[in-house]
């Protein structure tokens, strides 16, 4: 048997962390950039924590766990440092049906938390299925090196490209063909090494002759509060321009 990984939206989701210790304070520093709802459960909060509550970002109650904290959660993380309390949770969580990670004991959970490595709208995550998040860690650190600012960059112009090449290539064949050329493509090389010139050729060579990329400038760019690299020019083809 093996888990079923997912990408959880987890935005405005009622979620409810046990515990207010040092697994406790990491599983809400990740959950935090999800748009979620926090309540964390604990007499005690490391200082992070407790600045955290004060800036209104979780919401806090100083007390031992009861199962009536559990009602209405989506999803719940068992993060105290007693065994028996965490299988508590873990019961109450499974008689509700609901999302449940402890972190003392992956065998009772309904789901573990991976590594990750986000760049953009890029995620990767690594999970070693609870034999060794010590490796997980390092095979995140390993990876985050090759996965730079570029595959964010990379990916907004695929993103911001994607429905208009859908709406201009009517052939389903002909448009895999496009992305997977683009996915392939040297561009990312040429964008780590800092050509993005480079990488705009090799993108323009690939696209249609209606959509053509150029590197945005600082005009354009004024009030941009993203870092979009590129902008899209539509082109009229000869034919229609009068
Ligand atoms: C990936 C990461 C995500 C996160 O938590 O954010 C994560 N643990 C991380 C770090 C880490 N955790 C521990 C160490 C000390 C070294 C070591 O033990 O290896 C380190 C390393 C460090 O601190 O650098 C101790 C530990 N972990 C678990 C137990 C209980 C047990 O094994 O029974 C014990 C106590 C063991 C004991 O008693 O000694 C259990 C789990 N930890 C998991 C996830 C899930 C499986 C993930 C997978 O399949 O790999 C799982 C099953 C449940 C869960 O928490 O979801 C995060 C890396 C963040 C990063 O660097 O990116
Ligand atoms: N999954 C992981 O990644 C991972 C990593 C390291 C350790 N662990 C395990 O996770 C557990 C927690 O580790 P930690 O370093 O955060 O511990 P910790 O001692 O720093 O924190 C424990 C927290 O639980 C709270 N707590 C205790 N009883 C409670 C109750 N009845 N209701 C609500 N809150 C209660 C305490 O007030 C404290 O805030 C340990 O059992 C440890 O073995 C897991």
């Known amino acids: 048997m093996s888990h079923y990984p997912i990408a959880l939206n987890l935005d405005n989701k009622s979620i409810l962390v046990v ?3 040092t697994v406790a304070e990491r599983k809400v520093g990740a959950l935090l950039e999800t748009g979620a709802d926090i309540t964390v459960v604990s007499p005690e909060l490391t200082p992070k924590l407790e600045e955290q509550k004060d800036q209104d970002l979780i919401s806090c109650e ?4 009861q199962t009536a904290d559990i009602e209405d959660e989506f999803l719940v993380i068992g993060a105290t440092n007693s065994p028996d ?3 508590q949770i873990a019961e109450d969580a499974f008689a509700r049906n609901l999302l449940v990670n402890i972190v003392d004991q992956p065998e009772i959970s309904n789901f573990n938390v ?3 490595v986000r760049e953009g709208a890029l995620c990767l995550s690594i999970s070693t299925g609870g034999k060794s998040p010590a490796l997980s860690g390092r095979i995140r650190r390993e990876l985050e090196e090759g996965f730079g600012v570029e595959y964010d960059h990379f990916l907004e112009l695929m993103g911001d490209l994607r429905g208009k090449i859908i709406a201009k290539v009517n052939k389903e064949r002909v448009r895999k063909q ?12 040429y964008m780590q090494e800092g050509s993005y010139q480079q990488a705009i050729e090799i993108i ?3 696209l249609p002759s209606e959509i053509k990329v150029a590197l945005l400038d600082d005009q354009d760019d004024q009030d941009d509060q993203d870092d979009d ?3 899209i020019i539509e082109v009229k083809e000869a034919n229609n321009e009068e």
Request: aromatic share 12%; hydrophobic share 35%; no cysteine.
């Open 62 to 65: 100083r007390k031992n766990y």
């Open 229 to 231: 690299k590129f902008k």
């Open 204 to 206: 323009n060579n690939i």
């Open 114 to 116: 991976p590594a990750v």
């Open 85 to 87: 309390v965490n299988k």
């Open 19 to 21: 515990g207010g210790g």
């Open 178 to 189: 496009i992305f997977k050329d683009l996915a392939y493509s040297k561009a990312i090389k």
